[in-house]
């Protein structure tokens, strides 16, 4: 049973950055792996980031790497994510997902807790 809101999504220039934050209201926060995941409009959600629950190992999807940076602070149950030099095909609706389990994982199947959303717009 974990609440998650995301946030810090706007419009943004190509070359911009952005950091999306991830709010978790839950009292077993910390035990619990989460993901970054987005989707553009007539796509599938896909996955983009994923941290453990301690934040011992990180994975990202290929299109991302050397530009995205997961973190998470358990002592404020946020998860974050740092998005350097966007592109425009980086513009999606983007979700906090996290899951019942210290183990990060890039299928969002394996996910249980989900965010609303944020949008992310990058223009040329």
């Known amino acids: 049973q974990v609440q998650l809101v995301e946030s810090g999504g706007g419009l943004v220039q190509a070359g911009g950055s952005l950091r999306l934050s991830c709010a978790a209201s839950?009292?077993?926060?910390?035990?619990?792996?989460m993901g970054w995941f987005r989707q553009a409009p007539g796509k599938e959600r896909e996955f983009v980031a994923a941290i453990s629950w301690s934040g011992s190992s990180t994975s990202y999807t290929d299109s991302v790497k050397g530009r995205f940076t997961i973190s998470r602070d358990n002592a404020k149950n946020t998860g974050y994510l740092q998005m350097n030099s966007l592109k425009p095909e980086d513009t999606a609706i983007y979700y906090c997902?996290?899951?019942?389990?210290?183990?990060?994982?890039?299928?969002?199947?394996?996910?249980?807790?989900w965010g609303q959303g944020t949008q992310v717009t990058v223009s040329s």
């Open positions: 997902a996290a899951r019942s389990g210290r183990n990060a994982y890039t299928d969002k199947e394996k996910y249980d807790y």
């Open positions: 839950g009292r077993t926060f910390s035990r619990n792996a």
